[in-house]
């Protein structure tokens, strides 16, 4: 099983996606410092999660496996939620992208499920307006 | 004419008790499940004091029954009945699981939260040590230096819910129900 092929698959075109924007907003994944989180304003977290890899249920090939994605972003507080919404729509054009690839004989295939969401919060504590989304995903290593 | 009506009547009350078999039986698979996957939350969450993990109930959607009362390990006990008459079926044949701690949705990663040692150590071994992020996210620590704890990872709860734990636990939930109908 190559988990780092399912996690590119999902971490690149979002990367790629935030990083086209005007401004760029940075994207942090898992085991990134937080250290320039505390120098930013705006920035997307993106957690890939694995839950059973190749589950009986899920075919016969060898590489299969399934999970979570789940993508949180982060802007100014008491500001309203339209800046938020925006790069949300980022977000969720990559996650309906990734769904609408087709199976080919190499690379990865991924398929992601609906998508819940979003959900906002911000409370005293919390420095900035957080919303998520997380759909689930089912992928297979084909090379 | 008197005998085919009384073969008719005879049929209907056959239907009727197999049906009502079936429905028992479905009620149990159901309850069975739905205990496998409260016990499955359980353990894939984060467990400190263990009020959250106890915090598991499930309940008749659409209703007003629930379980007795009770912590993990979880059993039957905890999950309420489900109707068997057809009449009550159309109402409602769903259970619904939730949480009741204060602070659920903090620790199921939903919610940033403040994070203070409560003065002892966790029933759970440490999934993560380091430093909690700005997110102010249960579960997002940065390992290194540092003191902030977690007992499960980042998005516990959706990896349980979409990575194929949950199938699998309502899986073995009707399996079990099968096997003591079985004995």
């Known amino acids: 099983m190559n988990y780092q092929k399912i996690r590119a698959e999902v971490e690149n075109p979002l990367l790629t996606a935030f990083g086209a924007l005007d401004p760029a907003i940075p994207v942090f994944f898992d085991n990134i410092t937080a250290a320039p989180l505390n120098s930013t304003t705006e920035y997307v977290r993106v957690n890939v999660t694995f839950g059973l890899t190749n589950d009986p249920t ?9 999970g979570a994605i789940v993508i949180r972003i982060f802007t100014k507080k008491g500001e309203g939620p339209a800046r938020n919404q925006t790069l949300i729509n980022t977000a969720v054009d990559v996650l309906e992208t990734l769904n609408n690839g087709t199976k080919g004989t ?3 295939y991924l398929k992601t499920g609906s998508i819940d969401g979003p959900s906002f919060s911000s409370n005293e504590n919390a420095p900035l307006f957080m919303s998520r989304i997380e759909t689930s995903y089912v992928a297979t290593v084909l090379s | 004419m008197a005998k085919s009506l009384d073969l008719k009547k005879f049929r209907k009350q056959i239907n009727k008790q197999l049906e009502k078999k079936m429905r028992v039986k479905i009620n149990a698979m159901t309850r069975s499940a739905a205990k496998e996957v409260m016990n499955g939350l359980a353990e894939a969450g984060p467990v400190w004091s263990g009020e959250f993990r106890d915090s598991w109930k499930a309940m008749v959607a659409g209703g007003t029954a629930m379980g007795q009362a009770g912590g993990y390990p979880y059993s039957l006990a905890n999950v309420p009945k489900l109707p068997i008459t057809i009449k009550q079926l159309k109402k409602t044949y769903q259970i619904q699981i939730f949480n009741t701690a204060p602070h659920a949705a903090i620790a199921m990663d939903k919610k940033p939260g403040i994070f203070v040692y409560p003065g002892f150590e966790p029933l759970k071994p440490i999934h993560k040590r380091g430093t909690r992020n700005v997110t102010g996210l249960r579960g ?3 390992s290194g230096a540092g003191n902030n ?4 990872p980042l998005d516990w709860y959706e990896t349980y819910k979409k990575g194929g734990q949950f199938k699998r636990r309502v899986n073995k939930g009707i399996a079990l ?7």
């Open chain 2, 149 to 152: 704890r977690s007992t499960a």
């Open chain 1, 106 to 108: 190499t690379g990865t």
């Open chain 2, 140 to 142: 997002d620590i940065q």
């Open chain 1, 58 to 66: 899920l075919g016969s090939s060898v590489d299969n496996a399934r």
């Open chain 2, 177 to 183: 129900a099968r096997i003591l109908q079985k004995g």
